[in-house]
């Protein structure tokens, strides 16, 4: 067992939602809260975003991810929610969808300091 703090390498939510989603105008609401939320707690924690992921899960529970890297390391929230509804698009949306997730992987370049990471147990 190590004693260094345990450095996170991502950040993410998903939302099951109570009923399946079928217009695309939620499904891109749901993205781009996820994302909100999920870059707030990166930012938080003074780190910097390297690549995007999206996972979606259908009715039928068929689940896959997909991810981009970005053009930059960034927290630019217009450029991080652009880049999870551009990954989103590509998913062939034929079902309804029962689950939505955003993973934003970070940086490992220029880690804060030990006292902003959780200690790892």
């Known amino acids: 067992m190590s004693s260094q703090p345990w450095i996170p390498r991502s950040r993410s939510h998903v939302i099951t939602f109570a009923r399946d ?63 999870a509804l551009s990954v989103f698009e590509q998913f062939e949306l034929d079902r309804p969808i029962r689950l939505l997730g955003v993973r934003l992987e970070l940086s490992m370049d220029d880690v804060p300091s030990a006292s902003n990471v959780t200690a790892h147990q």
Do not use: C, H, N, W
């Not at 989603?21 to 499904?27: N, P, Y």
């Not at 999920?38 to 003074?46: F, H, I, K, R």
């Open 21 to 83: 989603l079928t217009e695309r105008a939620d499904m891109d609401d749901a993205i781009q809260d996820l994302t909100r939320k999920t870059l707030d707690e990166v930012v938080a924690q003074g780190r910097i975003v390297t690549r995007v992921a999206v996972t979606v899960r259908t009715s039928t529970f068929y689940t896959r991810t997909k991810i981009r890297k970005l053009g930059a390391p960034s927290t630019d929230a217009g450029v991080i929610t652009e880049t």
